[in-house]
């Protein structure tokens, strides 16, 4: 899969890892991914979609932390919730807000197989273990676009590995280092003015 990996990220990172600031960061984090997918939308669906997106996005906090927990790079553990992400959209039947190609699911799920079975992840059950107790918000799917499904917004061929555009534009396949020093006020939510960008 194709992401984008600069500065922000990593103060993000570190943000979430931060007990004093990991709040303030998963607020962030939650309100941009809602934001940047509900524009991808129908927009005649977006709005009844959003607090699904809230309930999806927060639950997939939980999943990053654990993947750079059990030693996965920044770039993979954030491509892992992507991927959880695009499992729902694609449950849901909200092709268009998907990242890559419908076809491309079963080769994403396998590069991560075994965190995702250890977490009970599915294609059919995005979020695994990582569901809250209560679940999260229902939101209307749009099966009907399974039959014929477009992708507006999805890059594909990227599917056999993490790929990190920088703010160059270079493509490094697995992604960067992590830099030495990381200013946590740049991270998102902590650093609004950041929060009107994207973080595919």
């Not at 922000?8 to 809602?34: D, I, Q, W």
């Not at 920044?74 to 419908?102: K, V």
């Amino acid at each position: 899969m194709k992401i984008r990996q600069n500065v922000r990220h990593f103060a993000s990172k570190t943000a979430l890892e931060t007990p004093v600031v990991r709040s303030v960061a998963t607020s962030g984090l939650v309100r941009l991914h809602t934001k940047v997918f509900t524009k991808k939308a129908d927009p005649a669906h977006a709005d009844e979609r959003k607090a699904h997106l809230d309930g999806l996005f927060e639950a997939t906090i939980d999943t990053y932390l654990e993947a750079l927990r059990a030693g996965y790079s920044e770039a993979e553990a954030r491509e892992i919730t992507h991927i959880q992400a695009n499992f729902d959209f694609y449950n849901h039947g909200w092709t268009e807000m998907m990242e890559f190609p419908a076809d491309e699911l079963e080769t994403h799920y396998e590069r991560y197989a075994d965190f995702f079975s250890t977490w009970g992840i599915t294609i059919a059950d995005p979020l695994g273990e990582f569901e809250p107790s209560g679940g999260i918000p229902e939101a209307p799917s749009t099966p009907e676009r399974l039959e014929d499904p477009v992708h507006p917004h999805a890059e594909g061929g990227f599917a056999d590995d993490v790929y990190v555009e920088g703010p160059d534009g270079e493509l490094i396949v697995g992604g960067q280092d992590e830099p030495e020093d990381v200013d946590v006020s740049q991270a998102v939510g902590v650093d609004a003015a950041d929060e009107d960008e994207t973080d595919d």
